[in-house]
């Protein structure tokens, strides 16, 4: 078997294959102990509690997939064998989550169980479980999604059905035959967790892999630069970037990984892209991939970072000219605390510092989204939010705009008086 040392990760020659010396350890050790204190690692009891809310919920899948197979007039015996199962992707995957932080879950189902029946059946299920709050259904979104909170855990819940007969528990989602005649739908709903187990099997050291980036996740959000929705980047983005440098340094303790981080991306040349793996040259399912020299709308996207898996895509296509400008400008100051900090002149904390958003300009707009209820302001507040980005490249066209900024915080509501 080849040896880490022997494997290459990524699509060059790692820059280093250094060993991290004394002081980098206890470097990773401080800044383990400095990211405690931002709620970032879950208790032992919280994270059991997450398995058990995932263990009932897989009992539920594979009940409600065998009543579809039965109502179906399948014989009982080939209905308690059909299977199906319930994969978790997103930052619970890559076991970066924090404390209080949602569960993606990905329902994969065999032929005979329809998006339909999960929509309805399941959906009716779920709803008389004593454990599902705030159940509600997104059937018509880009990637259809069942939201509940289940006995106190968030959890987005995606559908696929594959065009299989069972689906046993073995089943490896990183297998691309299983995408062969599926709908774009199912496609989307895989990607999620293909995405997530390819990045893992990608990086030479999970562990440091995971530190890092619950560092750099942190700092994102403390600088304000974590949205997709917003122009900046998000979860998976932020993931696959931490993946690259990983793979750059194979051996380089965290702390060390974090300066190297903003060294590489503080000088990358975009809008060369950031690929994990190559990327096949032959197509054969047919699905759109990312790739610029087929497709023109792919070559006006600022900032590339490609998903490594089957169908490869941009997962950072939201990217505008400013906040593209905001978020070199973030890992150059980056680049300088870290550096810093491993001078040993400063404390962990200094990277972690809130951004300083409301003193740095002289000219604001604020957008307040107004609604008669609870139920309705949740909904324009969404549909207000996903407009933001559009409301950024329109101000970025106006010769007297250089830079327009938006933060993703949200404040409200106010009380009025």
């Not at 924090?98 to 169980?113: E, F, N, S, W, Y």
């Not at 399941?122 to 939201?147: G, H, M, N, S, W």
């Not at 054969?284 to 898996?309: C, E, Q, Y």
């Not at 559009?390 to 915080?409: C, K, S, Y």
């Amino acid at each position: 078997m080849m040896s880490l040392q022997e494997r290459t990760f990524g699509i060059t020659s790692p820059i280093s294959l250094g060993q991290p010396k004394a002081i980098d350890l206890e470097l990773s050790k401080k800044l383990e102990d400095a990211m405690k204190l931002y709620s970032v690692f879950e208790s032992e009891e919280n994270l059991n509690h997450r398995m058990d809310v995932l263990g009932k919920i897989n009992i539920l899948v594979k009940a409600w997939i065998t009543g579809v197979a039965l109502h179906k007039n399948m014989p009982e015996k080939a209905a308690a064998n059909v299977g199906g199962k319930v994969c978790t992707f997103g930052s619970y995957r890559l076991g970066v989550h924090t404390k209080g932080a949602d569960i993606d879950t990905l329902c994969i189902a065999p032929r005979h169980v329809e998006r339909s029946d999960f929509f309805t059946s399941f959906y009716d299920l779920l709803k008389e479980q004593p454990e599902v709050k705030e159940l509600r259904a997104v059937e018509e979104a880009y990637v259809p999604v069942i939201k509940m909170t289940f006995d106190g855990i968030e959890l987005d819940m995606l559908f696929a059905r594959l065009a299989y007969a069972q689906c046993p528990e073995s089943l490896d989602v990183r297998d691309e035959s299983i995408l062969k005649n599926l709908d774009q739908k199912c496609v989307r709903s895989l990607n999620g967790s293909r995405v997530t187990d390819e990045i893992l099997h990608l990086v030479p050291n999970v562990e440091n892999f995971r530190m890092s980036l619950r560092a750099i996740k942190l700092w994102a959000k403390k600088r304000g630069i974590y949205s997709n929705a917003l122009g900046f980047l998000g979860g998976v983005s932020w993931a696959m970037l931490v993946a690259r440098v990983c793979q750059l340094y194979p051996n380089t303790a965290p702390a060390v990984l974090l300066q190297k981080f903003f060294l590489v991306y503080s000088k990358w040349d975009w809008p060369q892209p950031i690929l994990l793996k190559q990327m096949s040259t032959d197509n054969k399912l047919g699905f759109p991939v990312w790739d610029p020299r087929i497709n023109p709308s792919d070559r006006f996207h600022l900032m590339p970072i490609i998903t490594p898996a089957y169908p490869q895509q941009n997962s950072t296509f939201n990217v505008t000219t400013s906040t593209r400008a905001i978020m070199i400008e973030e890992f150059k100051e980056g680049l300088d605390v870290t550096t810093v900090i491993l001078e040993q002149l400063e404390s962990w904390d200094r990277l972690f510092e809130p951004s300083n958003f409301f003193q740095r300009y002289r000219h604001y707009i604020v957008i307040i989204a107004k609604a008669d209820n609870q139920e309705h302001h949740l909904e324009w507040v969404g549909l207000v939010e996903s407009k933001i980005r559009l409301l950024v490249q329109n101000l970025e066209r106006n010769p007297f705009i250089e830079l327009a900024h938006v933060t993703p915080e949200s404040f409200g509501p106010l009380n009025e008086t």
